[in-house]
């Protein structure tokens, strides 16, 4: 199978200020890393993702980077807004979920 | 975009009775979907992917004679929990994608309490 690590568990920032959310991946098979946005009592949400083949996407204030050599990628998340308050989980071939970021935007 | 919806959102159950919950894709045909499980505060844990007309590939640990999936048709899978224990409660919740499609559309979740 796939072991997907994601750090940190939580994370608080001020409005406005970015966001980095870090995950590892095992299995250099893997070529899809989706992230995705779960507000509490709702379903997960895909916001943004990635294949393998490169580096770096960008969709307005996220962005996600991937280094396939180390197994790494990071999710951007940048002029934070209360409403981006949620958890966020990475993926690894769309079903193997990180373990989550708790991520509180503080007004 | 794609609406998937499940069925029961809520179930409480007896211990050693079995409970059965649906998925279902409302406006594209289905022909993967995935059960997950998740408990409270923590992540989604992949049960089993399902094809449609083959069998479930259940992941290493998921009991596939307690968690039994169908997949029988583009729009409906299936899951049912056989001889419910305290221990299954939790929160499933199924995902479906299109063919050729990466992005997977998630149902609103099932609670299950065994009591």
């Known amino acids: 199978g796939e072991n997907v690590e994601q750090h940190p568990s939580t994370l608080s920032v001020q409005e406005g200020d970015s966001a980095v959310i870090k995950c590892t991946y095992s299995d250099s098979a893997s070529n899809y890393f989706p992230w995705y946005k779960q507000e509490l009592g709702k379903r997960p949400q895909l916001i943004i993702d990635?294949?393998?083949?490169?580096g770096e996407k960008k969709d307005q204030r996220i962005a996600v980077t991937l280094n396939k050599t180390a197994k790494h990628f990071s999710l951007h998340i940048t002029e934070t807004q209360p409403e981006d308050s949620a958890v966020y989980f990475c993926?690894?071939?769309?079903?193997?979920f990180g373990t989550g970021t708790s991520l509180t935007v503080i007004p | 975009g794609a609406v998937v919806s499940q069925h029961p959102s809520w179930v409480i159950c007896k211990s050693g009775t079995s409970v059965k919950i649906e998925c279902r894709s409302l406006d594209f045909q289905a022909t993967t979907m995935f059960w997950y499980r998740q408990f409270p505060k923590q992540s989604l844990m992949l049960m089993a992917t399902?094809?449609?007309?083959?069998?479930?590939?259940?992941e290493q640990g998921v009991e596939k004679d307690k968690f039994l999936i169908n997949h029988a048709s583009l729009t409906l899978s299936t899951l049912t929990v056989t001889s419910a224990h305290p221990e299954d409660s939790s929160f499933y919740i199924c995902s479906a994608t299109g063919q050729g499609v990466y992005e997977q559309y998630f149902g609103p979740g099932t609670r299950l309490t065994v009591t």
């Open positions: 993926a690894a071939r769309r079903s193997y």
């Open positions: 399902s094809n449609e007309g083959s069998k479930a590939t259940y």
């Open positions: 990635i294949r393998s083949n490169v």
